[in-house]
């Protein structure tokens, strides 16, 4: 499935984040916290995660051949992935079969992610960003970095965790960590998206502290290929 992500200024929609659900023969529809740390631990989320980095790049040139405007599709990468040493050979592969240009790829890494190895991660964050993928740090404020490792990192966006936008608009504390990752992320040159905005007075919030953009129930739920479509259709009035 993919979620829209959201300018906060012009309320247009400019990047969709791949998510992955498992459609069960008796289960039904499983979420990702139920299997993916069985696949982490068995190995499985190597292939799996190439899987998921293949088809959403495909599906993104889909899009854009279909005439849609084109849009960033942001994919996770797992601690497990993020360790291979061919992960820079992989992308590069998803990028050539699909045909789909890098800048328009954006690879989420976690902060705890990081800092497991901040060396090697930059490393291979610079290797990214040579190919002219983009990059960016999920789960922020809740990894922990340190900030002097944090002016190093090559990434293009920081993503406010969920759990400091869930009672942002009573929670004094909550307030507080996201304007300040709102005015780090702006010093530091990045956009700053919130994750997890379901109500208009976490919108209202944001707006008032210039965050640049948001992903949430508010504005749409994970929907499938299709449903982006009729949704960016629907946008440029067609």
């Known amino acids: 499935l993919y979620q829209p992500q959201v300018d906060l200024r012009s309320g247009d929609v400019f990047a969709v984040e791949a998510l992955l659900r498992w ?17 982490e631990e068995t190995g499985l989320i190597v292939p799996i995660g190439d899987w998921v980095l293949h088809e959403a790049c495909r599906q993104n040139k889909a899009w854009q051949d279909a005439g849609l405007s084109p849009l960033t599709v942001c994919v996770n990468v797992s601690a497990r992935q993020f360790r291979e040493p061919n992960l820079i050979g ?20 976690t902060e705890s992610l ?41 990434v293009a966006r920081l993503k406010i965790d969920k759990s400091f936008i869930k009672d942002l608009a009573a929670d004094e504390n909550d307030q507080a960590v996201a304007s300040a990752v709102i005015s780090l992320g702006q010093n530091l040159h990045l956009k700053v998206i919130a994750e997890g905005v379901e ?13 640049d953009e948001m992903q949430g129930y508010h504005f749409s739920k994970p929907v499938s290929a299709q449903g982006i479509e009729k949704l960016l259709s629907g946008e ?3």
């Open 90 to 109: 992989r992308v590069v592969n998803a990028l050539r079969d699909s045909g789909l240009e890098a800048r328009y790829l954006e690879l989420e890494v």
């Open 23 to 39: 459609k069960h023969p008796t289960r039904g529809m499983v979420a990702p916290d139920t299997f993916i740390p069985t696949a």
């Open 236 to 238: 440029r009035g067609g």
């Open 114 to 154: 990081i800092m497991q190895d901040v060396e090697l991660a930059v490393a291979t964050m610079n290797a990214l960003q040579n190919l002219g993928v983009q990059i960016s740090i999920d789960d922020f404020g809740t990894g922990y970095s340190s900030l002097s490792a944090l002016k190093t990192f090559p």
């Open 199 to 211: 109500t208009d007075d976490q919108v209202a919030f944001l707006r008032k502290n210039n965050c």
